[in-house]
């Protein structure tokens, strides 16, 4: 099944192919060497993500963009930062950037809440 990407996501995926893939070696393909040298699929796409190991291995180092291709329709929007990103759960509001922000903030206001309460007394 092939993807399809857009050219901005192709520039992307190619720069993460050439910098990432452990089977790209110089503009050619590993997995598919069997004697002579093979040119890697991946990178002479346009249109579409071919390469099964890229997909599955070195796509998702890259979160936003694994968002952007791989989960257009279950993907969702950060809620601060209005970027996409692959849920881990059904219930998540922010991306993983945004997330540790909004982690720290609440833990702050929940502790200015108890010393606050604490010193009523």
Known sequence: MVIKITPQQA?????????????????N?????????????????KYGLYCNYFKNAVLPTDERLYAEVMKPSGGKRCVLCHQPF??????????????AKQKRLKATERQRRKRASASRF
Request: one cysteine or more; charged letters at 25%; glycine letters at 6%.
């Open 11 to 27: 520039k992307r995926v190619n720069a993460l192919l050439r910098k990432l893939c452990a089977n790209y070696d110089g503009g």
């Open 29 to 45: 393909c590993l997995l598919l060497d069997d004697g002579e040298p093979c040119v890697c699929v991946q990178s002479i796409s």
């Open 86 to 99: 692959a849920p881990r759960a059904k219930n998540q509001r922010y991306c993983p950037a945004c997330a």
